[in-house]
């Protein structure tokens, strides 16, 4: 089935071995092309230190995304989506319409606005998982896998995993 396959598409003949290579997929990681002034980018693109934020460096395209960070200390701290267009030196995120973040003290912003907030006794700490589903509509929240019930929306655009 496999040599009939790649006859299909011209292959035969033509002195090749009949395979097509696939593209590799790229590493997803924090962008170095797009971070605060003062951010600085360890762990080969997967920890941020510093004052700032960082994108990563693929866009969320599918109709579900799902990624997640690891709180490594406690601290001001930030996690969620936003454009290329945010301004990364300006922590807290959430302040403008390039930014829906989820905030270390539990709140979920979006344009300067509270959209949600996780709920009372379920504040990340240090060693948890912070997990995020985005679906071009409405971001969720996972804490240590577990659903936090606390749905927020009204980025519009491409959007990226950010953090701060």
Request: contains cysteine.
């Amino acid at each position: 089935m496999a040599a009939m396959f790649t006859c299909c598409f011209g292959c035969c003949g033509e002195g090749g071995s009949g395979h097509i290579p696939l593209k590799e997929m790229p590493t997803v990681q924090l962008d170095t092309h797009h971070m605060g002034t003062d951010v600085v980018i360890v762990k080969s693109g997967r920890r941020i230190c510093g004052t700032g934020g960082c994108l990563a460096n693929a866009p969320l395209h599918q109709n579900k995304s799902y990624f997640e960070f690891k709180i490594q200390s406690s601290g001001v701290w930030g996690i969620g989506v936003a454009t290329q267009k945010v301004n990364l030196n300006q922590v807290p995120l959430g302040r403008d319409t390039n930014s829906l973040v989820l905030r270390h003290d539990g709140s979920v912003y979006h344009n300067n606005e509270e959209k949600n907030r996780l709920p009372a006794n379920s504040l990340p700490q240090e060693g948890d998982i912070m997990g995020i589903t985005y679906d071009h509509v409405e971001m969720n929240l996972y804490l240590n896998g577990k659903n936090m019930h606390c749905p927020a929306s009204g980025i519009r655009g491409t959007v990226y995993p950010v953090v701060y």
